[in-house]
């Protein structure tokens, strides 16, 4: 680790690996300082092909990194010798200034989640009248109660979230009253009044 710039990440990846497979192994492992008190294995390696699907295989072009600025390479080899040519290595590190760099998060902050999968639903919109009051008698519940449609911004009912709504007479005059249940809750995009009547003979709508 450069002690003017103090790197930020330190990358590696191998020119050429020749050992023994399933004998003779190499671990990459990520430390947190020079001494490397704790080192966290990145990847263990042996000779495997390439093309193996096992997880030891070194393959082209894979790199490893840290972003402590710091790695350790332990060879592990058996007893028995045998011709292989071992291992090359290059590395490279990203630096930034001093006073950039931010202490190394601890592995459990590392961790990452992902939630399962869950929707989003628009937003009402507009409120249709899927049913209008008609002609009635003043003092009696309407013949023809509201029945009303919520719609959001796609054109579709709202049926997932539930709203309140409330019905009054359009009218300045404090005579003209709607009495009953004047207010309630959408049910699956629906809003249904069951005992609403108007206590004034008038031609005034509702709104």
């Known amino acids: 680790r450069d002690t003017l710039y103090g790197e930020a990440e330190i990358l590696l990846w191998f020119t050429s690996f020749d050992t023994e497979a399933e004998f003779d192994f190499v671990a990459v492992n990520e430390c947190t300082s020079e001494a490397c008190p704790d080192p966290v294995l990145i990847q263990q390696l042996d000779g495997s092909e390439a093309f193996n699907s096992g997880p030891t295989a070194v393959r082209e072009g894979t790199v490893y990194s840290s972003p402590t600025g710091f790695l350790q390479l332990v060879f ?50 507009s409120l249709f009248f899927f049913q209008e009051p008609s002609l009635s008698c003043a003092g009696q519940a309407l013949v023809n109660q509201p029945h009303l449609l ?28 709607i009495v009953g249940t004047t207010t309630k809750i ?3 995009g629906h809003v249904v009044f069951t005992d609403l009547e108007i206590t004034t003979a008038t031609s005034k709508g509702v709104r």
């Open 76 to 125: 592990q080899t058996d007893t028995l010798k045998k011709n292989f040519q071992g291992f090359r290595a290059q590395w490279s590190v990203n630096k930034a200034p001093s006073d950039k760099i931010v202490a190394p998060p601890p592995p459990w902050q590392r961790a990452a989640g992902i939630s399962e999968q869950f929707d989003i639903i628009p937003r009402t919109s």
């Open 150 to 177: 919520l719609i959001d911004s796609h054109g579709d009912r709202v049926e997932q979230e539930p709203i309140t709504v409330s019905v009054s007479v359009i009218s300045s005059s404090s005579q003209i009253q």
């Open 186 to 188: 959408s049910t699956m």
